[in-house]
């Protein structure tokens, strides 16, 4: 996969005729509609058709495998598609291997650099040894990079059909669907999921085999700070809850209980480190996970409510992973920012993987942006929007697309039709690239998305082409 920025000047065909992709292919993974709407600036995906393949309307994983001389089952295994019916259109696939043909005066070794893998992949890929002999016109196969595998946690707010069948088509990117949220009560109890329902998205990730956590809060209207002491400072409320989360997850078949409780008076920071380690005690035995969300720290003693009831440390030792809200930088009450700053996040890394084992970690990752008005003014609100819609916008207004290579993050002005300015901050390919690099230099546990329901089609072919997923089901 080449990630490609749109010069002036350029169209869909040259860019097509420059890399030899066929036109259809960089047009389905980028999810472009329209060939002559192309934005100087823009960031295309562009397929490398010898081991990718963007699948198309009508396509069956038989029919693709069969164009490039392998096994249905491989391409299947190989990409971890749990149904081979839900392939869909825009989907990048990657080939397990390429087909090499010998010529004369070959080594072994020189084949091994010529495409990044080592000598022993290619042996064992062709039930070779050291000592096997390579005759010119032998045909080998080469397997292409291995990629490693990470945890990939999304959240979801919503549990309409439409998430439903977002979860159906996307889960094989997940290990754990986070469904948000319900929230505890004063009196241990736990509330439905709003007036939503989270029953039918269960099943949909369990398709993909991924496994759905249950994502509690202290949220009522807001993160409610007297809400999380009325739990954290009563032993008793605290017995009625964890046996009310027992309940739920043998009900509901979770996985596990993800915490996210937010905005915690600083006085309950032990105590809420001890209520973890009770909850620890009691789901472990029973085979259930235990993992928490936490406010992104630079230091232990940060100052602010949200920060100092957040153990970094503490809660590293105790529960199995923590999702790092590493986003909200550009927050929609506040000036034009990018979401997740690159320079910003890896300070926060820095800070976390100092104290916390760095398998532990879940980076998390927004699949969103937003659209400020400028001249920015306190006290307005900024407009949440997905990649897709940002990009809808800048051709709509005809606006070139900037980048920010500190933030690593794309960003356009325009005056809509009323003459008033805007700016917007959003990812795209080469952004989400950037994150997933800093998850592999980190050596991190994996990634947190917030939130499904943006469409962002070019961040899918970024994560496969970058990680395989573990998966738990």
């Known amino acids: 996969m080449i990630i490609h920025v749109v010069r002036y000047g350029e169209n869909l065909w040259s860019i097509s005729k420059k890399y030899g992709a066929p036109l259809n292919q960089i047009m389905g993974v980028n999810d472009i509609s329209n060939a002559d709407q192309l934005l100087p600036g823009e960031a295309l995906i562009i397929p490398q ?63 091994s650099r010529k495409y990044n893998v080592s000598v022993d992949a290619i042996l064992k890929e062709n039930n070779l040894t050291s000592s096997s002999v390579l005759s010119p016109g032998q045909t080998i196969r080469i397997p292409t990079n291995e990629r490693p595998e990470i945890e990939v946690n999304a959240y979801t707010t919503e549990t309409t059909e439409l998430e439903r069948q977002e979860v159906l088509k996307l889960g094989q990117y997940f290990t754990y669907l986070s469904p948000f949220t319900h929230a505890v009560k004063e009196d241990g109890t736990i509330t439905a999921l709003g007036n939503k329902d989270d029953s039918k998205l269960i099943p949909a990730a369990k398709a993909n085999q991924a496994g759905s956590l249950l994502v509690l809060t202290n949220f009522s209207d807001k993160f409610n700070s007297d809400l999380a002491a009325s739990i954290l400072r009563n032993e008793s409320t605290q017995d009625t809850l964890i046996q009310n989360i027992l309940e739920e997850l043998q009900k509901n078949q979770y996985i596990g209980v993800n915490f996210d409780f937010e905005y915690v008076y600083p006085e309950d920071k032990e105590n809420y480190t001890a209520f973890l380690k009770k909850v620890v005690a009691k789901l472990h035995p029973k085979g259930f996970s235990v993992s928490t969300a936490l406010a992104p720290k630079l230091k232990a003693d940060q100052k602010g409510l949200l920060y100092e009831a957040h153990d970094y440390e503490a809660q590293g030792k105790i529960v199995d992973f923590i999702v790092l809200m590493t986003y909200e930088w550009g927050w929609a009450g506040g000036a034009p920012l990018a979401i997740a ?59 070139a697309i900037n980048y920010n290579y500190t ?58 082409s970058n990680f395989r997923v573990k998966k738990l089901l």
């Open 341 to 399: 700053p690159i320079n910003e996040v890896r300070k926060v890394l820095d800070y976390a993987v100092a104290i916390i084992p760095s398998n532990k970690i879940l980076m998390g990752t927004p699949l969103y942006g937003r659209d400020w008005k400028i001249p920015w003014k306190k006290g307005t609100i900024a407009r949440t929007i997905s990649p897709n819609q940002a990009l809808d916008l800048a051709r709509k207004y005809k606006v």
């Open 407 to 464: 933030y690593q993050s794309p960003y356009f002005r325009y005056t809509d039709e009323n003459g008033q300015q805007h700016e917007v901050w959003f990812e795209d390919a080469r952004s989400m690239k950037a994150k997933m690099d800093v998850a592999k230099i980190y050596k991190l546990r994996g990634i947190s998305y917030w939130v499904l329901g943006n469409p962002f089609p070019q961040n899918w072919a970024v994560q496969r």
């Open 49 to 111: 058709s010898t081991k990718e393949y963007v699948v198309q309307k009508g396509d069956t994983l038989p029919v693709i495998a069969d164009k490039y001389g392998i096994e249905a089952s491989e391409l299947q295994a190989f990409n971890q598609i749990s149904r081979p019916d839900t392939i869909y259109a825009g989907e990048l696939l990657l080939m397990p291997f390429l087909y090499y043909p010998i010529q004369t005066g070959d080594t072994l070794w020189e084949i």
